[in-house]
């Protein structure tokens, strides 16, 4: 009788601690509800796994999802219980969606104006490398206000107002800084603090995160609840070199139209030679620039033309210079050669998708430190 009250005892004991830990437990979990992680059970060995939900804006080939993809892959082998998960691209060229479709299995929608914000699902952060032209040097320098495709920043707030996701991680070309004397990018960055976002940004040149091409973009990243801090980066030079196929022997016929004049002096960039045309006497202009593989490349640009179009001219040896091929440009940007492009007609546009695109090691790195 004694041992049978004992046990009730302890039997209401136990189911007393197991209802507390239960109601501390859901607790817990309401109070990640829009914080920068939701918890979700996922099919992981593991148990619990944390996925992270983002959106692409802008995608293009999709940096940012082979950057996650590349995380995604590490955390597996590490067994570590964490995955990033897209959510949502979008791209107005079809070209480009396809190619999205081929690498990552996801249709993106086209134009961000008919995007539906209210349809669009929950996320954590919304990544957008947006249109740039009205930014850069090449382009007008109309600034944010002036020019429609500026006005991309203002349909990314539309969707921040909508879903006010935890982290914002923004990209676009250096001049957005100093473009009318600064003030885009004040307007950006104090409609950005105004939601309660803490901004930090900062240029980085590609060719420091083991990249052999330099390619000099602006980073920016806001938080909702802390500040981004930006890791010191300067890693050794990844030269040309490594990512060339020797293999490929497509080289340039110059001699009747140029000639080739090294470039003497104390050099400061990796150009070699310069191409002058032996009519005009004039060359050296950014697609007449040769560059040693044995350094780090030029930034490879969609609109840039002559011999050198998009990729640059390279010194392979003795009087031998070249373009880049597609494999070798993806690897200029850290895409993996098994990159999928069969749905593209005409496959030099690959070139021109490139050279809009982003540096995968430059994003997984500030990913990893998020
Ligand atoms: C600088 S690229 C972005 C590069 C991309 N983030 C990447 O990682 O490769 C800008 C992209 O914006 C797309 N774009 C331009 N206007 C758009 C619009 N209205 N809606 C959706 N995408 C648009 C372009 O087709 C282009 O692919």
New binding site residues.
């Given amino acids: 009788m004694i041992k049978s009250t004992v046990n009730d005892a302890l039997d209401d004991i136990k189911n007393e601690i197991i209802r507390i830990s239960k109601q501390e437990g859901q607790q817990e979990q309401e109070g990640k509800i829009g914080s920068y992680q939701k918890e979700e059970t996922t099919g992981s060995s593991t148990g619990k796994s944390k996925v992270v939900r983002y959106i692409?804006?802008?995608?293009?080939?999709?940096?940012?999802?082979?950057a996650f993809n590349r995380i995604n892959e590490s955390y597996a082998d590490k067994d570590v219980d964490k995955k990033y998960e897209c959510v949502l691209a979008?791209?107005?060229?079809e070209g480009?969606r396809n190619i999205y479709q081929e690498n990552y299995g996801i249709k993106p929608?086209?134009?961000?104006?008919?995007?539906c914000i209210e349809e669009v699902p929950d996320f954590d952060i919304l990544?957008?490398?947006?249109?740039?032209q009205s930014f850069s040097i090449a382009g007008k320098k109309q600034g944010l206000l002036d020019d429609s495709?500026g006005s991309?920043f203002f349909?990314i707030l539309d969707i921040v107002d909508e879903k006010c996701p935890p982290t914002i991680f923004l990209?676009?070309v250096k001049n957005l800084l100093t473009i009318d004397n600064g003030k885009t990018f004040a307007i950006m960055k104090s409609e950005l603090e105004k939601r309660d976002y803490h901004v930090s940004y900062k240029v980085i040149d590609s060719r420091f995160y083991n990249s052999p091409q330099s390619r000099q973009r602006l980073y920016i990243i806001c938080n909702k609840y802390n500040s981004y801090k930006f890791q010191m980066v300067v890693n050794p030079i990844v030269p040309v070199a490594s990512i060339i196929e020797y293999t490929t022997n497509d080289y340039l016929d110059y001699e009747e139209k140029y000639t080739l004049e090294k470039c003497e002096g104390k050099r400061t960039s990796s150009i070699l030679y310069k191409l002058i045309n032996k009519e005009s006497g004039k060359g050296g202009r950014q697609g007449e620039r040769v560059y040693d593989i044995h350094s780090f490349g030029p930034t490879i640009c969609?609109s840039s033309g002559g011999p050198g179009a998009k990729t640059g001219l390279y010194y392979l040896e003795e009087g031998k210079i070249r373009t880049l091929s597609i494999v070798e440009t993806l690897r200029m940007?850290g895409f993996e050669d098994s990159f999928k492009y069969e749905s593209l007609k005409n496959k030099n546009k690959m070139l021109y998708?490139?050279g809009?695109?982003?540096v995968?090691n430059v994003?997984e790195q500030l990913i990893r430190d998020l």
């Fill in positions: 692409d804006l802008f995608c293009g080939l999709g940096a940012f999802h082979a979008c791209d107005i060229d480009v929608e086209g134009d961000i104006n008919k995007i990544c957008a490398g947006f249109p740039c495709r991309m349909k990209e676009n969609a940007f998708y490139l809009n695109s982003i995968v994003i």
